[in-house]
């Protein structure tokens, strides 16, 4: 964007004043007049278009109201006609009814006159009347509405006519016919051949479906046209809804391609509606020929102001073209040509004075900095700046001054400062000497410190393996206490199953031992009956001894079975409660081995971060052995270095010794 900006600058510099003045009045004018044209278009349009929509707007309504009141005119003739009481008067005769009837038509013009029954059916009246008017328009209305109705226009013999019916009722209200008259077309076809809406302007009068009943062509009206099928498309249909919706409005639409300008009413007391509409060409004619002799003034106009501008840009550059051709020689240095004075305006004699003035007035700066700088440049700092300055030159003069005083002041620091520095400079190499020989004894400490850190990862690798070897122990006496753990729950489970058994002997020794006692208290009542028996009961009492017996036998044993039992179960408690110990010992012993798993892979993590430490502490050490190394290069350097500025001190002093400065 800057590089575009930089190349248009640079277009813009190699033109002439002149060129400029021109484009940009060209300019200025060309867009004023395109402006005024394209605001002049606009403004001529949209005025155009509101006032043809305001005047046909009028002039649809007030034809609808002309169309509304010959129908009215019509009505009321044939409604005064119904009010004669003969009509209901049934005793008179056919032919005096005719009678009636040809005198009703001598008095209006009538293109025929007839009534009619209720069924449609002619009952008298003049013989042009159609002897039928079922499926007429009108008909239906009649038989509907039971009111005075008008018809559509229809072409019958030769003529276009306008029938307008009204039923005739007796004193109760009922029907007794219809009287129906007919009228010529040209009360409506007056209407509208006397809109003016150009030769190729519409009119027409639309029912409530959008067909077209009258035309102001009146060759067209033997065709059967509707808007909706004639004017198909969308803009056109909602234009023509609305139309049918009996507003009174107008619109810009296209029919057939050709741009209209269309104003539509309703007319009062039927179910039509006006419609006309204009061609726009007929209207944008004379906007455009307006137009184009605006265009071509716009034109006449800009050719004058070009040629005023060329003439006035013409004087403008010759009055500049001495003063840029001499501000030319300047810019390259040339402070000895003359200006050439000009006389022709005022700007231009300013100018020239002014840029003589300016060129002598830079001639005497110009000689006095130079002379003033040669002697900067010679080294004599003493003196001051000669010559009057004016103007933004006493800034100039002032920086000189200030750059001289400068000078001298930093050439005195400049001898100060040397001094300071060959002092500093020795200071610096004793202390570079020191730094030397520090260096070198931080380096041979750091490659001591640099083996014992080498003989600690030794040891610390050793570490690691001892710890792994622990670690795998630890996991071994796990797996075994582990073991040993289940197999003293399988004990546990055995010992507890003996006991439970033990309770079972316990209990049926407790159950036999009282089947003995019963034995023997059996044995001894069977003793008792014996005896009371006799001799027959002997043998009864042999066998009751030795029932005795053998109870005295299975007490005796019980005895003992009872004391090895219960000597059995105090065992059996014992070991139960030796085997919970040992199991409790073995969950201790689980306990203390995971402990000792944990030290171990705590132990091996600490080795690890220990080795890790000892790694990094290495590094850190040949990081600062080569620090120390390039200290110790640096010391060097440092020696070297002040030597030097020792001798560059010795130079510094020549020099400022050689500068004349103010006291």
């Not at 005024?36 to 002039?59: A, E, K, P, Q």
């Not at 002309?66 to 003969?86: C, G, P, V, W």
């Not at 009619?116 to 159609?130: H, Q």
């Not at 139960?576 to 705590?602: C, D, G, W, Y």
Request: proline share 1%; with cysteine; glycine share 6%.
């Amino acid at each position: 964007m800057k590089a575009g900006k930089i190349t248009k600058n640079k277009k813009l510099k190699k033109r002439s004043i002149k060129q400029i003045i021109i484009r940009y009045v060209m300019q200025l004018s060309i867009s004023l007049g395109v402006i005024l044209v394209i605001l002049m278009i606009v403004t001529s349009l949209r005025s155009t278009s509101s006032v043809l929509h305001d005047g046909l707007t009028t002039t649809a309504r007030i034809s609808a109201q002309n169309i509304s009141s010959n129908l009215h005119l019509l009505t009321d003739r044939i409604d005064n006609m119904a009010q004669k009481s003969e009509w209901a008067d049934m005793s008179i005769s056919e032919v005096e009814m005719q009678q009636l009837i040809d005198e009703c038509e001598k008095r209006v013009e009538f293109v025929w006159i007839a009534a009619y029954d209720i069924a449609g059916e002619k009952l008298y009246g003049d013989s042009d009347a159609p002897e039928s008017i079922v499926g007429k328009v009108y008909y239906d209305y009649l038989t509907r509405t039971q009111n005075l109705t008008i018809g559509d226009p229809e072409h019958q013999d030769g003529i276009w006519q306008i029938s307008v019916g009204i039923p005739i009722k007796n004193e109760k209200g009922e029907i007794l016919f219809y009287l129906i008259g007919s009228y010529k077309y040209d009360l409506l076809n007056d209407v509208l051949t006397n809109i003016n809406i150009g030769n190729k302007g519409v009119a027409y009068i639309v029912d409530g479906e959008g067909d077209i009943i009258a035309d102001k062509n009146i060759t067209d009206m033997d065709k059967t046209r509707n808007l909706y099928a004639m004017f198909n498309s969308k803009t056109n249909h909602r234009v023509f809804d609305a139309m049918l919706d009996f507003r009174t409005d107008s619109a810009t639409v296209f029919l057939k391609g050709v741009h209209y300008y269309m104003a539509y009413s309703p007319v009062a007391g039927t179910n039509w509606t006006l419609l006309i509409a204009a061609p726009g060409a007929d209207f944008i004619k004379t906007l455009v020929w307006s137009i184009a002799l605006s265009i071509l003034v716009i034109i006449a106009l800009q050719i004058y102001i070009t040629k005023q501008t060329v003439y006035i840009a013409d004087q403008i550059s010759d009055s500049l073209s001495h003063a840029t051709n001499r501000l030319t020689l300047l810019a390259a240095g040339n402070l000895k040509e003359k200006v050439t004075f000009v006389d022709n305006n005022q700007e231009a004699e300013i100018l020239t004075t002014a840029l003589s003035s300016t060129v002598s007035s830079l001639s005497t700066y110009i000689d006095n900095i130079t002379g003033y700088l040669g002697l900067l440049s010679a080294g004599d700092y003493s003196k001051e700046v000669e010559g009057i300055f004016e103007g933004d030159f006493v800034a100039i003069r002032e920086a000189m001054t200030r750059i001289s005083d400068a000078l001298n002041e930093t050439m005195h620091r400049i001898h100060e400062a040397s001094e300071a520095v060959r002092n500093n400079s020795a200071e610096t190499t004793a202390y570079a000497n020191k730094l030397y020989n520090g260096s070198i004894e931080q380096t041979d400490a750091l490659k001591r410190l640099t083996g014992e850190m080498n003989l600690i990862t030794d040891k610390t690798g050793e570490i690691d393996e001892n710890a792994q070897r622990v670690r795998e122990s630890a996991d071994a006496a796990k797996d075994r206490v582990d073991e040993g753990q289940r197999q003293m729950e399988d004990m546990l489970y055995t010992m507890d199953s003996i006991h439970h058994d033990m309770q079972e002997i316990i209990t049926i020794s407790q159950l036999i031992e009282e089947i003995s006692s019963q034995t023997s208290l059996l044995s001894l009542n069977a003793s008792i009956e014996a005896a009371r028996a006799g001799d027959a009961g002997k043998g009864f009492a042999v066998v009751a001894q030795e029932i005795g017996k053998l109870a005295q036998q299975t007490a005796s044993a019980l005895e003992k079975t009872g004391t090895i039992i219960s000597k059995a179960s105090m065992a059996i408690d014992e070991g139960m409660r030796t085997a919970q110990h040992t199991a409790e010992s073995f969950r201790k012993v689980k306990q203390a081995t995971r402990e000792f798993q944990e030290i171990s892979e705590n132990l091996i993590q600490i080795t690890v971060q220990q080795k890790e430490a000892i790694d990094t502490a290495s590094q850190e050490v040949q990081t600062v052995l080569s620090i120390a190394d390039t200290n110790q290069r640096f010391a060097q350097d440092t020696d070297e270095t002040a030597a030097v500025s020792m001798n560059q001190v010795q130079e510094l002093e020549q020099i400022v010794s050689m500068v004349k400065l103010r006291a």
